[in-house]
């Protein structure tokens, strides 16, 4: 078959495709919901009350016994095998960006013919997989080029059907065996756990029946969906997880009427599959719908605690992926899969709530509820204003710098959104100009009231990277194929420092013989003042912006290796060292990972562009123009006049100038490759492939794209955007 030919196969397949029919449980949702996972009631059903108690005491950190593992381990045997389970496997996040895991069976040999299933308390707590392959910035010796993986028994344990065989899954951590963490949940649980508790110090400051506080993450996914045919047609695609070359369709989203429109029956059919497993799975699937983009779509989870809706956030995209395959699908989680049309994110709506109930980022409806939340929103702002590199090196990846700032996606300006009426009051804090209110005791209070349509009339400024949205700060700059553990552990750390200053502050100035909400006013209104300058209700998508952040002195980052310098940035490495997150040795190997991850993701679409450039884009042209010389030749052979054939030779002149250009551009970027790969030191090396080797796939792009608009569609070897985007 010719290339072009598999384009056209491909086509035919994907227009014949109808919807896939699924089998749907018969009963409501709530009757199946969690159904495969250990929790709460499998849990009472498997455990003796002893086990049952151990396992819900270390969700708040107490060590588990042996003993108590070992029953632990046999109740969750017996509930999986009940369920089909053969095989269990410590689950991952390694820093690659996907999970991982190595399954073992529960069968265990006794003799040659007899044998019995086991589950020891030892296989369930620790495990060594051969780490080896994992990234790990030089922190293992290759001696000791291992690392083991620990049970997380804040993540319940679940089971993965992929409709051959099941597997019980353990979420575990994973980290080097002198301690060092090798993968995004090990410093994600520090962070939790230092802000949790930072934040109930500041919490009974105000109440002292607060007895903990949880950090809660919902997370919006959005995707692209295509046909698997026509994914497989795009060599580009199916390695890079873009499009390198492509003409943007006529129509993109201009008319917008994708958004909110129908859902295609083929798409809802998927959707109502993948749905139906994420829910067996615990997963609290709630909002899908249309996104801007032609071929875009979001789901979107209730809120949890961060730790599970990150562990959550993992095991959908693979369940998305797994689920596309039976539909004839291919679901595109990639940042910026096709030029000039929107990107795809991942909203991260992150708060904080207590034991008893409270919001602590909703506005309450007292004086003393408003000072409260007013302290952590205001602690939350400076948070940012004081670390903006960190937050932004922890969206920073090869792809989402594809979106930031392109497309109706937030800048990599780092900025916060609060909306017109928490301006005012936070001005109105800061000039003290507010009407002392008197509350029921008839104490002044020095703050302003906040009115209380602020719920219902949240401001809905989409362009902000970091928004406040009523009651939660949404991160929206995040990638939406990002493990969110990278952006909620900066995020984290940073508020949990905050805290822990405001706290010390608070106390400090309690003891000069200060009241104790003039004291919180005092301080807060200093921190508006310092922080200000990081708030903008302006469109962040304008150039305006660019000019106004600069003359604000704040950074516009917009290259990988640069974002990433944050994280051996001496004002960083001691902020993770106090708060006990990440030691100095993990943050310079992590720095090394993303680095070299970044490194191999740019080479690796060089060569895919060489590649594609070579042997598909130029054999078609070259092919197309002999075609038109063949016709010119005829036509003068013919003797008609020269009219009769200028716009052959034209055509064939226009063919040959652009071919000339993506060859000699192609040359010139291998050359820059291999100038690269002869660079020892990783920092440098990212920087040459970042700015010696990248500037050339726009360039080549740009003549291979006007190739696709000369030569005949018929001929051309590639699925077009108009063919990948349109199909319903
Ligand atoms: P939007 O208006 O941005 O579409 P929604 O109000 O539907 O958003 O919420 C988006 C996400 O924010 C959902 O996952 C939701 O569960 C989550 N969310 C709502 N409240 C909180 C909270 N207190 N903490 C964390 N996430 C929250
Ligand atoms: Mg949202």
Redesign the pocket.
């Known amino acids: 078959m010719t290339t072009s030919s598999i384009r056209l196969k491909a086509l035919e397949m994907a227009q014949q495709r109808a919807a896939v029919k699924v089998d749907l449980p018969s009963t409501k949702i709530s009757d199946y919901f969690g159904s495969a996972v250990f929790g709460d009631k499998a849990m009472k059903a498997h455990l003796s009350k002893e086990a049952y108690n151990a396992i819900r005491a270390a969700r708040e950190g107490k060590p588990i016994e042996r003993h108590i593992a070992d029953q632990i381990a046999a109740g969750m045997r017996q509930w999986s095998m009940n369920e089909g389970v053969t095989h269990y496997t410590h689950w991952f996040q390694p820093l690659t960006g996907a999970t991982a895991e190595k399954h073992d069976a529960f069968f265990e040999p006794l003799s040659d013919t007899e044998s019995i299933e086991k589950f020891s308390g030892n296989a369930l707590v620790q495990q060594e997989p051969d780490a080896s392959s994992f990234p790990n910035g030089g922190l293992r010796n290759t001696f000791e080029a291992r690392g083991y993986t620990a049970w997380d028994p804040s993540s319940p344990v679940f089971i993965v059907d992929n409709k051959i065989g099941k597997t019980l899954c353990i979420p575990t951590i994973f980290v080097s065996y002198t301690g060092e963490a090798l993968d995004y949940k090990a410093p994600l649980l520090k962070s939790l756990h230092v802000l949790e508790q930072s934040a109930l110090d500041v919490c009974r400051i105000f109440d002292k029946s607060v007895a903990k506080v949880s950090t809660?993450?919902?997370?919006?996914q959005e995707y692209f969906l295509i046909d698997e045919a026509l994914y497989n047609a795009r060599p580009d695609l199916v390695i890079t997880g873009r499009t390198l070359f492509g003409y943007s369709a006529a129509k993109g989203q201009q008319l917008e009427d994708h958004y909110f429109g129908s859902i295609p029956e083929r798409i809802y059919a998927y959707m109502l599959d993948f749905e139906t497993e994420a829910l067996k799975l615990g997963i609290p699937l709630k909002?899908r719908h249309n996104e801007v983009a032609p071929g875009q779509f979001e789901c979107?989870?209730?809120?949890e605690d961060v730790n599970l809706a990150v562990d959550h956030n993992q095991l959908l995209m693979d369940l998305m992926e797994k689920v596309a395959r039976r539909h004839g699908l291919k679901v595109l989680f990639h940042e910026k899969p096709f030029a000039g049309i929107n990107g795809s994110g991942k909203?991260n709506?992150?708060?904080m709530?207590t034991d008893t109930g409270v919001?602590l980022l909703s506005p309450g409806n007292t004086p003393s509820k408003n000072l409260q939340f007013l302290t952590f929103f205001i602690n939350t702002i400076k948070a940012v204003h004081d670390y903006p590199d960190l937050l932004r090196a922890s969206i920073a990846s090869s792809s989402n710098e594809h979106r930031l700032g392109a497309n109706e996606a937030p800048p990599s300006i780092i900025s916060v959104f609060i909306g017109s009426q928490l301006s005012e009051v936070l001005s109105e804090l800061e000039t003290n100009t507010a009407k002392k209110n008197d509350n029921s005791k008839g104490q002044s209070i020095l703050f302003p009231r906040i009115p209380e349509i602020l719920l219902d009339n949240t401001d809905r400024n989409r362009t902000s990277p970091f928004a406040f949205?009523g009651?939660?700060f949404?991160f929206r700059a995040v990638g939406s194929t990002a493990n969110s553990a990278s952006p909620m552990t900066a995020l984290n750390t940073i508020v949990a420092n905050q805290l822990r200053e405001f706290k010390a502050e608070f106390e400090a100035a309690v003891k000069g013989g200060m009241k104790k909400e003039e004291a919180i006013v005092s301080i807060l209104r200093g921190y508006i003042k310092h922080s200000k300058r990081i708030l903008f209700e302006g469109n962040g998508y304008g150039d305006e912006w660019k000019k106004e952040a600069e003359k604000r002195g704040l950074k516009n980052i917009t290259e990988v290796p640069d974002a990433f310098e944050a994280y051996v940035e001496k004002g960083v490495l001691a902020l993770f060292e106090k708060t006990g997150v990440l030691n100095e040795r993990e943050m310079h190997a992590r720095y090394e990972i993303l680095l070299e991850n970044f490194t191999k993701k740019v080479q690796i679409e060089s060569r895919v562009i060489g590649d594609l450039a070579n042997t598909h884009v130029i054999p078609a042209a070259l092919s197309y123009q002999g075609e038109l010389a063949d016709t010119a030749k005829k036509l003068m052979d013919l003797g008609v006049g020269k009219d009769a054939y200028t716009v052959h030779l034209n055509t064939i002149n226009e063919i040959s100038s652009h071919v000339t250009q993506v060859k000699k551009l192609v040359l010139e970027m291998v050359d820059a490759r291999k100038a690269a790969n002869k660079i020892e030191d990783t920092e440098k090396k990212a920087n040459a492939y970042c700015y010696k080797v990248k500037p050339y796939f726009a360039e080549i792009r740009y003549y291979a794209d006007k190739l696709e608009r000369i030569v005949a569609n018929e001929q051309w070897p590639l699925p077009k955007y108009r063919e990948l985007l349109f199909l319903k």
């Open positions: 809660t993450l919902g997370i919006e909002t979107a989870p209730n809120f909203h709506n992150w708060s709530g919001n949205t009651n939660k949404e």
